[in-house]
């Protein structure tokens, strides 16, 4: 069962966001672009698990994507996958990088078009990840679970190679997808007597949701692109520019006549990743780039977000959630 559902990175959006509002011209375009690819890579690389993710046991097991836990006040781990019993849980961490990768006890090495990259050992990382959840659980219901770990190289296209030092422990936790549940299924064999009550493993859920905190990445510092680079209006998803502009109730392509009804949702969103949550009608109107305080006024009430202050200094809370299902 399906606890927490993988939803897109949000670096992915806000990278995407940038690109449709930075100039042309900008440096740091390229970079942002091929770091977008490279993310998108890797999270289609993390929904062709779910073909295998679907053959996991589902009776009394719990599912969660994407999850990222707090260590202390402001350390946290991460983890792409876990699988929860009330007898134990597997982590399986996704790499899609491309090319050639050799996996030594102290690195990663990747060899792809005549360049070669060193990288962390993900299975260290994966098995730090198994540490902590252990000692997470352990810290709130008194009981070790038993627990395992795999790295699922899901770029169809790579070839692993390991170190012959290394070899007897990577081959057993460097996998394919294919082989997820062929490799989990001696440890679930092997571990059948349950050690937690379901009353536990509520908590323990209840816990793993409530604590996961979404990193919200600070790109503009990362590819130092100022909130001035950031240019304002109302995107036409057909001609591919900030081309729409407000009439009579509607906003309406400049160039090529579209009219969208809700294309203010995207622009919020916009506003949401790349400037801040908090938004009032002076700042909508200048970043949607139009004049009417009541049409803005009306736009931001339909779409129900909470807010406080008065009506001058009315400052409205957005979510990205509900941003999503409005658009
Ligand atoms: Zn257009």
Redesign the pocket.
């Known amino acids: 069962m399906i606890k927490k559902c993988r939803t897109i990175p949000l670096k992915i959006l806000i990278l995407a966001a940038l690109l449709r509002r930075l100039h042309p011209n900008h440096p740091g375009r390229s970079k942002i672009g091929e770091e977008l690819r490279f993310r998108r890579a890797g999270y289609y690389g993390e929904l062709s698990l779910d073909y295998y993710i679907a053959q996991l046991p589902q009776k009394g097991h719990y599912i969660f994507h994407d999850l990222r836990l707090p260590l202390s006040n402001n350390a946290f781990f991460q983890i792409d996958l876990l699988l929860l019993s009330n007898r134990y849980f597997i982590i399986y961490e996704a790499k899609n990088h491309s090319g050639t990768l050799i996996f030594e006890e102290q690195q990663m090495l990747q060899t792809y078009e005549g360049r070669t990259e060193s990288y962390p050992n993900p299975v260290v990382q994966v098995e730090n990840q198994q540490y902590h959840l252990t000692n997470f659980i352990q810290n709130h219901i008194r009981i070790p679970l038993p627990s395992s770990s795999f790295v699922v190289v899901t770029n169809p296209s790579s070839i692993i190679k390991f170190d012959s030092r290394y070899e007897h422990i990577a081959g057993q936790k460097i996998i394919r997808p294919s082989a997820i549940r062929q490799k989990s299924e001696l440890f679930w064999k092997n571990n059948q007597k349950p050690l937690i009550s379901n009353a536990d493993l509520q908590n323990i859920t209840r816990l793993l949701l409530k604590l996961d905190t979404p990193l919200k990445p600070d790109i503009l510092r990362e590819y130092q692109v100022k909130k001035s680079d950031i240019h304002s209006g109302v995107y036409?998803d057909?001609?591919n520019?900030l081309?729409?502009v407000r009439a009579f109730g509607t906003w309406k392509?400049r160039?090529?006549?579209?009219a969208d009804k809700m294309a203010h949702v995207q622009a919020l969103i916009d506003y949401y990743l790349l400037v801040g949550d908090t938004i009032t009608n002076r700042q909508f109107r200048n970043f949607l780039q139009f004049d009417s305080v009541s049409a803005a006024t009306r736009l931001l009430g339909s779409l129900g977000f909470p807010f406080n202050g008065t009506f001058r200094n009315r400052k409205y809370e957005l979510s990205l959630e509900k941003l999503r299902k409005w658009s």
């Open positions: 036409c057909h001609c520019c081309s729409m392509c160039k090529c006549g579209r």
